[in-house]
């Protein structure tokens, strides 16, 4: 089963408004990190926001704010006030583990953002 | 510029050989992870090195091998090559060795085609 399940492999959003990229993942952990990447077409991965399992308010930077559903299992990317400049993949990735070993890290496959002017 | 560095950028080369991936993390970051990225594959993490010692192992085949050396750079040594290793190669570090918070600094990748 895949750990991190990310549905819509492309997205459209017209400049200025705000999009969801959905995320779930699935571990028996107790302790993991949630992450959101932006890897634009020059090919580097930007880290964009982190939401820990112990977390009980959702995490927000600047534009990016993620949604938590702890129950469901879902860590949604909201990013607000689309910019030109935001399309690029965004992936969603977890951290499984709390202790200083064997910790592992799970990428979604992506999603595709495009903005469109 | 995340601060982290990767040589060479580009990498070509045949199947059977063997290449070694270079990178230095962002000074003061001890740990350093290193990740794999595929069209088929997609991203996969493939180990991380703490300090000079490993610290955990993810999707790395028995032909590929890491060490971080006492000045923190570390490298990646890719042996007996196969058409599949073609891939974008990132190391990434942190400050810490464990990812509680902080993120991973990426570096630019290095492109590997064998041919």
């Known amino acids: 089963a895949q750990k991190i399940t990310q549905t819509q492999p492309g997205m459209f959003v017209q400049e200025k408004e705000a999009v969801t990229l959905d995320c779930t993942y699935d571990?028996?952990?107790?302790?993991?990190?949630l992450f959101w990447y932006k890897q634009p077409s020059s090919g580097e991965m930007i880290f964009l926001i982190y939401?820990?399992?112990?977390?009980?308010q959702n995490a927000t930077e600047g534009r990016y704010s993620l949604n938590f559903q702890k129950a469901r299992k879902s860590a949604n990317l909201v990013i607000s006030a689309s910019q030109l400049g935001d399309s690029a993949m965004y992936f969603c990735a977890m951290r499984e583990g709390g202790d200083n070993y064997g910790q592992n890290f799970v990428f979604g496959p992506g999603t595709r953002l495009s903005v469109l002017p | 510029d995340s601060g982290v560095t990767q040589t060479p950028k580009h990498l070509i080369t045949a199947t059977g050989q063997r290449v070694t991936l270079r990178c230095s993390p962002r000074s003061g970051d001890l740990s350093v992870y290193w990740y794999q990225q595929s069209l088929d594959q997609g991203l996969q993490f493939l180990i991380q090195y703490y300090n000079g010692e490993e610290r955990a192992k993810g999707n790395i085949l028995e032909r590929f091998s890491a060490q971080q050396f006492p000045d923190l750079h570390s490298e990646l040594n890719l042996s007996s090559l196969e058409l599949g290793d073609s891939a974008l190669y990132f190391c990434a570090s942190s400050v810490r060795d464990r990812i509680i918070y902080n993120e991973q600094f990426f570096g630019p990748g290095t492109r590997l085609t064998v041919l």
């Open positions: 939401q820990g399992s112990y977390d009980e």
């Open positions: 571990t028996s952990d107790q302790s993991y990190g």
